[in-house]
């Protein structure tokens, strides 16, 4: 479980639950499989001394893949993985920078105070020196607009507004209309232009400076490390040097030559032609980046759909398998709630999937149980797989994710008969009812939606890697007993968990995960989302 800070949160009345109308298979012998005598083992392995934590990239969380791999095996899943093994390699990156300035005569400008950028979209470059900056408007050039104009704008620093240009009448100087065109929303495009005119360093004025550097703050700061394939490391190559500035670095960088601009641009808008303005202006930048990488990889076991076209859809168990490794070299965090509970549930669950195929009593459709690493560097090897996925997403039914459920929390202290679901209701209603209707005639725990709410402080819908396959519009929903006194800390043990409690918890998300597998239609997706724009 991702770390975050807040403690508190407000219950959440769920949509009123209505009853079942097909019928399935009995899931109770396969269910009955999940048991506490066969998740101690697991746990205590995933949370032995030899694993060391687990933390991604380090040998500890190798180790955990390989046994995880090997129970799939013994298991006979089909390895669906990288060179048909079971694992996704993934590849992480963390860019930081050693030395990031931006001088203008003897104006020294502060990152994400006067001027922000995005790193992967910047190469590396220690020192850039200028004397020459040219203003080109806004930085375009179209079929029936041109801001460059004749200009040479080799060897030198481009200056350019963001979006495009609106005339007096409030309609586009590119579309003739209200509406505008792609050159607003594509800086990227702008940057790309200006490299291919020659020009060796942008700025990018930002008129919503300040709401913009706060998002840019979002974007490029959470937790650091991202996950790349090799396009994303050819990507900074593709651009030269851009960095968003606010008005008043601008004017400082423009000099004496800010009011010829700004006419410049008061001419465009009441329809005469833009001319670029020259202007000399000693500029110093440095870039200097610090680049870090290291790999982790998902494991991954499949259980292929018996039915000729439903097994074409696919059914997500998931958790991480990852914790936080041994930060200091002398002291173990052993994850045992965080999250060995999780991967042991998943990998019980696919043991009981894999006996109902021998049985005969297979899924209709195919059924994928993932464990994950980087989720405690920031949700991140979820995020690789949906950004890289081996299954489409458009025929990705569901994600069923488990972090944390070995364990009872202190609003529930000598009451294990519990478990908090999170996000069921977020995307689709079906799946709400589904958890509830099985949870009722198969496991009776009692659900509490407390984290669920919207405004929940914690932010927990966020902080597990179903998270990412919401974003992309999949339902999920989300498994947790809460926090504890050992969470985060090496006093997370396996001697902890209330392996029975563990069990029925994991039982809850076998029999969800069964009917949506084997009901003959797919989840609606019936609760309208907020559409954002994503950089």
């Known amino acids: 479980m991702l770390t975050a800070q807040a403690d508190s949160a407000t219950l959440q009345k769920p949509p009123v639950k209505k009853s079942r109308k097909y019928k399935l298979p009995d899931p109770t012998p396969f269910m009955a499989t999940i048991t506490a005598d066969d998740l101690?083992?697991?746990?205590?392995?995933?949370?032995?001394?030899?694993?060391?934590?687990?933390?991604?990239?380090?040998?500890?969380?190798?180790?955990?893949?390989?046994?995880?791999?090997?129970?799939?095996?013994?298991?006979?899943?089909?390895?669906?993985?990288?060179?048909?093994?079971?694992?996704?390699?993934?590849?992480?990156?963390?860019?930081s920078w050693k030395d990031l300035a931006l001088k203008?005569?003897?104006?020294?400008?502060?990152?994400?105070?006067?001027?922000?950028?995005?790193?992967?979209?910047?190469?590396?470059?220690?020192?850039?020196?200028?004397?020459?900056?040219?203003?080109?408007?806004y930085g375009i050039e179209d079929p029936k607009y041109n801001d460059y104009g004749d200009v040479d704008v080799k060897g030198k620093a481009v200056i350019f507004y963001d979006g495009e240009p609106m005339g007096n009448d409030g309609k586009s100087l590119i579309t003739g209309s209200e509406f505008r065109s792609s050159w607003s929303l594509d800086w990227k495009r702008k940057v790309q232009l200006a490299k291919k005119k020659g020009a060796i360093l942008v700025f990018i004025v930002d008129t919503q400076f300040s709401d913009n550097q706060k998002t840019n703050r979002k974007l490029t700061s959470t937790w650091g490390w991202k996950p790349v394939s090799a396009m994303n490391e050819k990507q900074a190559g593709e651009f030269i040097n851009n960095l968003f500035i606010s008005p008043a670095v601008a004017a400082a960088?423009?000099?004496?030559?800010?009011?010829?601009?700004?006419?410049?641009?008061?001419?465009?808008?009441?329809?005469?032609?833009?001319?670029?303005?020259?202007?000399?202006?000693?500029i110093e930048v440095r870039l200097d980046k610090e680049i870090k990488k290291l790999q982790g990889s998902n494991v991954i076991g499949f259980i292929e759909g018996s039915d000729p076209t439903l097994k074409n859809e696919y059914v997500f168990i998931t958790a991480h398998y990852d914790h936080l490794g041994?930060?200091?070299?002398?002291?173990?965090?052993?994850?045992?709630d965080d999250n060995a509970s999780g991967t042991a549930g998943v990998i019980e669950i696919a043991r009981a999937f894999a006996e109902a195929k021998k049985k005969g009593?297979?899924?209709?459709?195919?059924?994928?149980?993932?464990?994950?690493?980087?989720?405690?560097?920031?949700?991140?090897?979820?995020?690789?797989?949906?950004?890289?996925?081996?299954?489409?997403?458009?025929?990705?039914?569901?994600?069923?994710?488990?972090?944390?459920?070995?364990?009872?929390?202190?609003?529930?202290?000598?009451?294990?008969?519990?478990?908090?679901?999170?996000?069921a209701d977020r995307i689709s209603t079906d799946l709400h009812r589904i958890n509830e209707d099985v949870n009722e005639r198969f496991v009776n725990l009692q659900l509490d939606y407390k984290y669920n709410a919207p405004d929940d402080p914690n932010?927990?819908?966020?902080?597990?890697?179903?998270?990412?396959?919401?974003?992309?519009?999949?339902?999920?929903?989300?498994?947790?007993?809460?926090?504890?006194?050992?969470?985060?800390?090496?006093?997370?043990?396996?001697?902890?968990?209330?392996?029975?409690?563990?069990?029925?918890?994991?039982?809850?998300?076998?029999?969800?995960?069964?009917?949506?597998?084997?009901?003959?239609?797919?989840?609606?997706?019936?609760?309208?989302?907020?559409?954002?724009?994503?950089?």
């Open 104 to 137: 203008v005569g003897d104006q020294e400008f502060k990152n994400r105070t006067d001027f922000y950028l995005f790193p992967a979209f910047n190469p590396e470059n220690p020192k850039l020196e200028l004397k020459e900056v040219v203003f080109v408007g």
């Open 361 to 423: 009593n297979g899924p209709l459709r195919s059924v994928v149980c993932m464990l994950v690493s980087g989720e405690e560097k920031g949700l991140l090897g979820s995020r690789y797989y949906v950004e890289y996925p081996l299954f489409p997403l458009n025929n990705t039914v569901v994600d069923i994710n488990i972090d944390m459920i070995g364990r009872v929390d202190n609003a529930h202290a000598g009451n294990p008969n519990y478990i908090y679901v999170i996000g």
């Open 40 to 95: 101690k083992p697991l746990v205590e392995a995933l949370a032995g001394p030899e694993m060391q934590g687990r933390e991604t990239g380090e040998p500890g969380q190798r180790a955990a893949a390989d046994y995880i791999a090997a129970q799939f095996k013994a298991l006979g899943l089909t390895p669906v993985g990288d060179r048909n093994t079971y694992f996704q390699q993934i590849n992480l990156q963390n860019e």
């Open 253 to 282: 960088i423009l000099g004496k030559k800010a009011e010829k601009a700004e006419d410049a641009i008061a001419e465009l808008k009441s329809g005469k032609e833009f001319k670029p303005v020259k202007v000399k202006s000693k």
């Open 459 to 535: 932010r927990f819908y966020e902080r597990s890697d179903h998270y990412n396959f919401a974003e992309r519009g999949i339902p999920a929903i989300f498994y947790f007993n809460g926090t504890h006194a050992d969470y985060h800390k090496p006093t997370d043990t396996a001697d902890k968990i209330d392996y029975n409690a563990l069990a029925k918890r994991a039982q809850l998300a076998f029999c969800t995960a069964w009917d949506i597998a084997n009901r003959g239609a797919r989840l609606h997706k019936d609760v309208p989302q907020e559409k954002t724009k994503k950089d």
């Open 326 to 336: 041994m930060p200091d070299s002398s002291v173990i965090y052993y994850g045992a």
